[in-house]
Antibody, heavy 121, light 109 residues
Framework: QVTLRESGPALVKPTQTLTLTCTFSGFSLSTSGMCVGWIRQPPGKALEWLALIDWDDDKYYTTSLKTRLTVSKDTSKNQVVLTMTNMDPVDTGTYYC?????????????WGQGTLVTVSS | QSALTQPPSASGSPGQSVTISCTGTSSGIGGYDSVSWYQQHPGKAPKLMIYEVSKRPSGVPDRFSGSKSGNTASLTVSGLQAEDEADYYCSSYAGSNWVFGGGTKLTVL
């Protein structure tokens, strides 16, 4: 059974760094074709892809936020960590981690329940 | 990378069919057979409904189908049911980038 769960602070102050952890089970991120991505959704707005790390430790970032994002994995712990620096109120939203299982074109087939992050002083 | 363009809303009566479009660029949708569609009910995580333009994951009803022509992908929901009322998002992989559409709210009248 595949599950993913996001964890991290619910509230961060402007200019702070956000660290989110995605803990997953039911698959291994060292399996060829396996990827974990991060997607966010501001309240009432659309989904936005942020970052992705694959089985080979290749990392990809959305162009507009590339300078603020870092994604990493700990295969032994079944965890993927996303850090986002210099948080701003516009970064408020629900942050999801999601899996791709068979290469980049297969879509995100399993998602975490999401974690709401509010940026406010 | 630019977001994909979707109509903000769509609607249909139970039993009818409705099609939602998703327009991208020649380097995105037009260049890869990697369009996915997601269904999202209020307060819930998105659910993968279609991947690689027209493939359905296990468990997704065959009432949901996908297609692509040029730079535009489409999701068709046939035999509309009340539980199909949700937001639908298209997404495309375009070589080191993933991009989502703005979402379409599907209303079952």
């Amino acid at each position: 059974q595949v599950t993913l769960r996001e964890s991290g602070p619910a509230l961060v102050k402007p200019t702070q760094t956000l660290t989110l952890t995605c803990t997953f089970s039911g698959f291994s991120l060292s399996t060829s074709g396996m990827c974990v991505g991060w997607i966010r959704q501001p309240p009432g707005k659309a989904l936005e892809w942020l970052a992705l790390i694959d089985w080979d430790d290749d990392k990809y970032y959305t162009t507009s936020l590339k300078t603020r994002l870092t994604v990493s994995k700990d295969t032994s712990k079944n965890q993927v960590v996303l850090t986002m620096t210099n948080m701003d109120p516009v970064d408020t939203g629900t942050y999801y981690c999601a899996r791709i299982s068979s290469g980049y074109t297969h879509g995100f087939d399993y998602w975490g329940q999401g974690t709401l992050v509010t940026v406010s002083s | 990378q630019s977001a994909l363009t979707q109509p903000p809303s769509a609607s249909g009566s139970p039993g009818q069919s409705v099609t939602i479009s998703c327009t991208g660029t020649s380097s995105g949708i037009g260049g890869y057979d990697s369009v996915s569609w997601y269904q999202q009910h209020p307060g819930k995580a998105p659910k993968l409904m279609i991947y690689e333009v027209s493939k359905r994951p296990s468990g997704v009803p065959d009432r949901f189908s996908g297609s692509k022509s040029g730079n535009t992908a489409s999701l068709t929901v046939s035999g509309l049911q009340a539980e199909d009322e949700a937001d639908y998002y298209c997404s495309s992989y375009a070589g080191s980038n993933w991009v989502f559409g703005g979402g379409t709210k599907l209303t079952v009248l």
